[in-house]
């Protein structure tokens, strides 16, 4: 049970790391205008990556805890 503890928190370092550097880039300091075009688009493909995840780790979860 220590391994998934540690890809978990593996995981979470390497997302505050990305997020982090990509809110101090210089690109994102300086604006992009296009950003704000075909936001549904964009939150539906998030949607999706969300939905999918959560089945992943739900699946996951059922399969560790019978095992």
Do not use: H
């Amino acid at each position: 049970m220590t391994l998934p503890i540690i890809l978990v928190v593996v995981v979470m370092v390497a997302g505050f790391a990305a997020t982090i550097a990509i809110g101090q880039s210089r690109t994102n300091k300086e604006g992009n205008p296009d950003y704000f075009r075909q936001t549904g688009k964009k939150w539906a493909n998030l949607s999706w990556i969300y939905v999918v995840c959560t089945v992943v780790i739900v699946a996951v979860l059922i399969y560790a805890l019978n095992r």
